[in-house]
T-cell receptor, first 112, second 113 residues
Framework: KAGVTQTPRYLIKTRGQQVTLSCSPI?????VSWYQQTPGQGLQFLFE???????NKGNFPGRFSGRQFSNSRSEMNVSTLELGDSALYLC???????????FGPGTRLTVL | GENVEQHPSTLSVQEGDSAVIKCTYS??????FPWYKQELGKGPQLIID?????GEKKDQRIAVTLNKTAKHFSLHITETQPEDSAVYFC????????????FGRGTSLIVHP
């Protein structure tokens, strides 16, 4: 069974631009969560989607948004990029409920 | 909100030695404590987890202990091998699956052959 895939793997943007990251969960998984990983703040939860609905949200500004499609694929969007948004963005999928999360390899975003 | 402290930030051991990583949490309502291993260029991988109704759990060379009263939990790796070298994260949350985990800052474990 294929694992969680994230595209692109690397991305370079400039301040003020916007970016969209994509996550394809493991087949059959309906829950997708997003995390931001930085050396300064560590791993932080962004939000979780289940069956196209945002179920949980972390403490991030409104510039960070996401959505989930009917096939469970998810996208994360960051608008008006700031230098501090440079990070590894990780996606994790699960069957939902009380089941293990499986992480993708992440998208490395660099904001110049 | 929840706050998770993890120590040490770096741990260097010789192959065959044991390694211990410790975490403390602040929210007494947290009831699920997973540990993740992250290798270079990869996402975190769950290696073991423990719920608040259990004091200890083992899986081959890996064990986790939980002290609810003191609000701390630890990861123990015995007979370390070079392939154990990675960054390890602890986390705390109120439930598994649909949950908002709070992670520790990570421990970089280096196992010297």
């Amino acid at each position: 069974k294929a694992g969680v895939t994230q595209t692109p793997r690397y991305l370079i943007k400039t301040r003020g631009q916007q970016v969209t990251l994509s996550c394809s969960p493991i087949s059959g998984h309906r829950s997708v969560s997003w995390y931001q990983q930085t050396p300064g703040q560590g791993l932080q939860f962004l939000f979780e989607y289940f069956s196209e609905t945002q179920r949980n949200k972390g403490n991030f500004p409104g510039r960070f948004s996401g959505r989930q499609f009917s096939n469970s694929r998810s996208e994360m969007n960051v608008s008006t990029l700031e230098l501090g948004d440079s990070a590894l963005y990780l996606c994790a999928s699960s069957l939902g409920g009380d089941n293990e999360q499986f992480f993708g390899p992440g998208t490395r975003l660099t904001v110049l | 909100g929840e706050n998770v402290e993890q120590h040490p930030s770096t741990l260097s051991v010789q192959e065959g030695d044991s390694a211990v990583i410790k975490c403390t949490y602040s929210d007494s309502a947290s009831n699920y404590f997973p540990w993740y291993k992250q290798e270079l260029g990869k996402g975190p991988q769950l290696i073991i987890d423990i719920r608040s109704n259990v004091g200890e759990k083992k899986d081959q060379r890996i064990a986790v202990t939980l002290n609810k009263t003191a609000k701390h939990f630890s990861l123990h790796i015995t007979e370390t091998q070079p392939e154990d070298s990675a960054v390890y994260f602890c986390a705390a949350s109120r439930r598994r699956g649909s949950y908002i985990p709070t992670f520790g800052r990570g421990t970089s474990l280096i196992v010297h052959p």
